[in-house]
């Protein structure tokens, strides 16, 4: 198992910026891949970003292509999502996750496919 803990979300202008870390208790954690999801009140869970277990290759849900970038290192088990040019519609609990080695088609973006959460961090996005 591994454990997942986000931080860095916070109160941002439109237009700011802000970068969320998600930890990860598991010295093996350069063996998994990672995603970022967020999720609005009364909205579905909607897929952001993820990379994969050694960061050559990254995913983006389309409203946020361009604006976020997704990184790694696994020196410090850590990923981190920089979100750039954020907007009101931002504004929501980011959750990072990651599946268990080995489970094909988490670049899909299907939250199902993650087996491991962490507990969310709030990003808000005045306008």
């Known amino acids: 198992q591994v454990q997942l803990v986000e931080s860095g979300g916070g109160l941002v202008q439109a237009g700011g910026s802000l970068r969320l870390s998600c930890a990860a208790s598991?010295?093996?954690?350069?063996?998994?891949?990672v995603g970022w999801f967020r999720q609005a009140p009364g909205k579905e869970r909607e897929f952001a970003a993820a990379?994969?277990?050694?960061?050559?290759?990254?995913y983006y849900g389309d409203s946020v292509k361009g604006r976020f970038t997704i990184s790694r290192d696994n020196a410090k088990n850590t990923v981190y999502l920089q979100m750039n040019s954020l907007k009101p519609e931002d504004t929501a609990v980011y959750y990072c996750?990651?599946?268990?080695?080995?489970?094909?088609?988490?670049?899909?973006?299907?939250?199902?496919?993650?087996?491991?959460w962490g507990q969310g961090t709030q990003v808000t996005v005045s306008s």
């Open positions: 598991r010295r093996s954690f350069s063996s998994y891949a």
């Open positions: 990379i994969s277990w050694g960061g050559g290759a990254t």
């Open positions: 996750a990651a599946p268990n080695p080995g489970t094909t088609g988490w670049s899909t973006g299907l939250s199902t496919k993650y087996a491991y």
